[in-house]
């Protein structure tokens, strides 16, 4: 029993230094600590008496209701797929709030008329300029955004051109051969179709048709999917022109020509 008895002081020590540790709020094993910033929510309310999270909230104006909120990393293409969509439109109000981890981001509001969350901008649709903005530690960021018509006509309005004769049409349809209603047509100027779509069609009707118009003669490559933006997702439908071949097939056109019969076959992700 006597040589058990120095082990005492150094239990003792072991045990206020972990209640030491524990006080200081110090993660004694950090693989099983919560990431931080992990499970990022868009407008969710901390629990009374905690600190307030971190993020954006603010007012929409000119119009206030319907309006979607997207938010971009800081030095992402604020014209492509969002890092974070708000879930729903903005009330008669126009109030928003995200929650966000600290950083450095670009919102930008807008309003399309068909009152969809993705697609391409059309003449005559409503949005605000792209906003920096820097989310701090448990602070909100207050902003107000004014929307504006958009007019411009550039080729990522995807609004077709009086003078573009050349084209490419077909028919979107499912693995049955059944016509797909709904399902945009996406045109790449690269084989690896994984950049932002040069140009768009209009949604698929009951028949499954669909028409886009091109600047000029070239290579493209298509692809025809149900949702607009993002890599395609479980249960959404996608599918590339591909005549049989495991990779996307070049549809070669002439300046002025209209090619018709390029039918594309899509299939639900899992």
Same mark, same amino acid.
């Given at each position: 029993?006597?040589?058990?008895?120095?082990?005492?002081?150094?239990?003792?020590?072991?045990?206020?230094?972990?209640? +030491? *540790? =524990?006080?200081?709020?110090?993660?004694?094993?950090?693989?099983?600590?919560?990431?931080?910033?992990?499970?990022?929510?868009?407008?969710?309310?901390?629990?009374?008496?905690?600190?307030?999270?971190?993020?954006?909230?603010?007012? !929409?104006? !000119?119009?206030?209701?319907?309006?979607?909120?997207?938010?971009?990393?800081?030095?992402?293409?604020?014209?492509?797929?969002?890092?974070?969509? =708000?879930?729903?439109?903005?009330?008669?109000?126009?109030?928003?709030?995200?929650?966000?981890? #600290?950083?450095?981001? *670009?919102?930008?509001?807008? &309003?399309?008329?068909?009152?969809?969350?993705?697609? #391409?901008?059309?003449?005559?649709?409503?949005?605000?300029?792209?906003? #920096?903005?820097?989310?701090?530690?448990? &602070?909100? !960021?207050?902003?107000?955004? =004014?929307?504006?018509?958009?007019?411009?006509?550039?080729?990522?309005?995807?609004? +077709?051109?009086?003078?573009? +004769? +050349?084209? *490419?049409?077909?028919?979107?349809?499912?693995?049955?051969?059944?016509?797909?209603?709904?399902?945009?047509?996406?045109?790449?100027?690269?084989?690896?179709?994984?950049?932002?779509?040069?140009?768009?069609?209009?949604?698929?009707?009951?028949?499954?048709?669909?028409?886009?118009? =091109?600047?000029?003669?070239?290579?493209?490559?298509?692809?025809? &999917?149900?949702?607009?933006?993002?890599?395609?997702?479980?249960?959404?439908?996608?599918?590339?022109?591909?005549? $049989?071949?495991?990779?996307?097939?070049? *549809?070669?056109?002439?300046? $002025?020509?209209?090619?018709?019969?390029?039918?594309?076959?899509?299939?639900? !992700?899992?």
């Amino acid at each position: 029993m006597r040589g058990r008895a120095p082990l005492r002081p150094v239990r003792f020590l072991v045990f206020m230094a972990i209640a +030491t *540790v =524990l006080a200081a709020g110090i993660t004694l094993f950090p693989g099983c600590a919560t990431p931080k910033g992990a499970g990022k929510t868009d407008g969710a309310v901390g629990s009374a008496g905690t600190a307030p999270s971190s993020g954006v909230e603010g007012t !929409v104006f !000119v119009p206030a209701e319907g309006v979607y909120i997207y938010v971009y990393r800081k030095g992402a293409d604020p014209h492509g797929p969002a890092d974070v969509i =708000l879930h729903a439109p903005t009330p008669a109000e126009g109030n928003f709030a995200i929650d966000l981890p #600290p950083g450095d981001y *670009v919102l930008v509001a807008r &309003r399309r008329a068909n009152l969809e969350n993705s697609g #391409p901008m059309s003449a005559g649709d409503l949005r605000s300029v792209p906003v #920096p903005v820097q989310v701090r530690e448990g &602070r909100k !960021v207050s902003l107000n955004l =004014l929307m504006n018509a958009k007019e411009d006509t550039e080729v990522r309005s995807f609004t +077709t051109p009086k003078e573009w +004769t +050349t084209a *490419v049409a077909g028919k979107v349809s499912d693995p049955d051969g059944n016509p797909i209603e709904g399902a945009r047509v996406h045109v790449y100027t690269y084989v690896q179709m994984s950049e932002r779509p040069k140009y768009v069609s209009e949604r698929t009707g009951p028949d499954g048709k669909y028409l886009v118009f =091109l600047p000029k003669g070239g290579t493209y490559y298509l692809a025809a &999917r149900n949702r607009f933006g993002g890599p395609p997702r479980i249960g959404d439908l996608y599918g590339r022109y591909e005549e $049989g071949s495991i990779n996307p097939t070049g *549809v070669v056109i002439r300046d $002025g020509e209209r090619r018709e019969g390029i039918d594309i076959t899509v299939f639900k !992700v899992w």
